[in-house]
Structure formats: structure tokens, C-alpha cells
Nanobody
Framework: QVQLVESGGGSVQAGGSLRLSCAAS????????MAWFRQTPGKEREFVAL????????TYADSVKGRFSISRDNAKNTVYLQMNSLKPEDTAVYYC???????????????WGQGTQVTVSS
């Protein structure tokens, strides 16, 4: 079955940048919309960014709009999340997800990665 493996997380100071990667295996990466979610202790997993199958359409949570950018390279079966101007409130475990529908709900996605930790210090 499909595997989604996130990488690129780490610790950074406020105002800094990180780029997360999610490598997919299993089948037909280009057939699926891809998204990033994040979760902190005591909170629900929340939507961050979404990209369509071909990469032509993107959607962002208001909290990250203008700072984060999602992209994909279908030839490499990889989706990215470029995170700029990071804030302490961006600290979370970031998850990659795959779905058939272009939606921002957790229920729109059928496969998830294991997550990668992002920590932003002030």
C-alpha cells in the first residue's frame, strides 16, 4: 500500500525558513491531490495547505497564507511545503496526506505520513 514519508523538519528561530518534503510510494502519485496538515499536543490536526493533482491549484489556511507555499514534483513523487517567516505558533508535527477529493477536511484524505516535527523558537 501507499507510503508517505515526511522529512525536513527541525528546529529554527522565528523568522527563519524550512522546507518539508513528502515522498510517496505505492502508485500513481499524480492521480491524487496532496495536502499538509499539522498538529500540536491537545489540539486537533488542522489543515495547512493543499495542491491539486497537476499542481495547478493551491489552497492555504489563513494562518499560513503568504508565508507557506506548497508545490509538487510528480516526476519525483514528492510534495513540498516551503515555510518562510516562521512563527512560534507554527510549532507542530506536520503530516503529509493523499486524497481523491480537492478538500481541506481530514476526511478528504485516505493516506497519511508519520509526521515530522517542526519547532520554532522565539
Amino acid at each position: 500500500q501507499v507510503q508517505l514519508v515526511e522529512s525536513g523538519g527541525g528546529s529554527v528561530q522565528a523568522g527563519g525558513s524550512l522546507r518539508l518534503s513528502c515522498a510517496a510510494s505505492g502508485r500513481t502519485f499524480s492521480s491524487y491531490h496532496m495536502a499538509w496538515f499539522r498538529q500540536t499536543p491537545g489540539k486537533e490536526r488542522e489543515f495547512v495547505a493543499l495542491i491539486s493533482r497537476g499542481g495547478g491549484t493551491t489552497t492555504y489556511a489563513d494562518s499560513v497564507k503568504g508565508r507557506f507555499s506548497i508545490s509538487r514534483d510528480n516526476a519525483k513523487n514528492t510534495v513540498y511545503l516551503q515555510m518562510n517567516s516562521l512563527k512560534p505558533e507554527d510549532t507542530a508535527v506536520y503530516y503529509c496526506a493523499r486524497g481523491n477529493n480537492y478538500g481541506t477536511s481530514r476526511s478528504d484524505f485516505d493516506s497519511w505520513g508519520q509526521g515530522t516535527q517542526v519547532t520554532v523558537s522565539s
